[in-house]
């Protein structure tokens, strides 16, 4: 499950009747994204290397694997995921300097 918008209509309308009923399938997609949100780490610092190489971290300092990655694979679903006071930065010979989010 990636974003938090739910990819299942509210309602469909029923086709014997013509009555608009609830989607189940979004009722379930919406009762597990709020039953996960609190467990979920938040991304807190970005760094890529020279190489290409992404690592994320949380704000405990923990890494976040699904964000972790080459580069082309991982950029999109960071900056659409990162939350705006996330810190984007690279790491070239051995030392590290922040970016801004729309350089990154």
Same mark, same amino acid.
């Given at each position: 499950? @990636?974003?938090d918008k739910?990819?299942?209509?509210?309602?469909?309308?029923?086709?014997?009747?013509?009555?608009?009923?609830?989607?189940q399938?979004?009722?379930?997609?919406?009762?597990g994204?709020?039953?996960?949100?609190?467990?979920?780490?938040?991304?807190? @610092?970005?760094?890529?290397s020279?190489?290409?190489?992404?690592?994320?971290?949380?704000?405990?300092?923990?890494?976040?694997?699904?964000y972790?990655?080459?580069?082309?694979?991982?950029?999109?679903?960071?900056?659409?995921?990162a939350?705006?006071?996330?810190?984007?930065?690279?790491?070239?010979?051995n030392?590290?300097?922040?970016?801004?989010?729309e350089?990154?």
């Amino acid at each position: 499950m @990636t974003g938090d918008k739910n990819p299942y209509l509210e309602f469909l309308i029923d086709e014997v009747s013509g009555i608009e009923v609830p989607n189940q399938k979004h009722q379930i997609w919406e009762e597990g994204y709020r039953a996960g949100k609190g467990n979920r780490q938040v991304v807190k @610092t970005v760094m890529k290397s020279d190489k290409g190489v992404v690592l994320v971290f949380d704000e405990d300092g923990e890494q976040v694997p699904e964000y972790q990655g080459h580069y082309e694979d991982v950029r999109e679903r960071i900056l659409s995921d990162a939350p705006p006071d996330a810190v984007f930065s690279y790491i070239i010979n051995n030392s590290i300097g922040a970016v801004p989010r729309e350089e990154w």
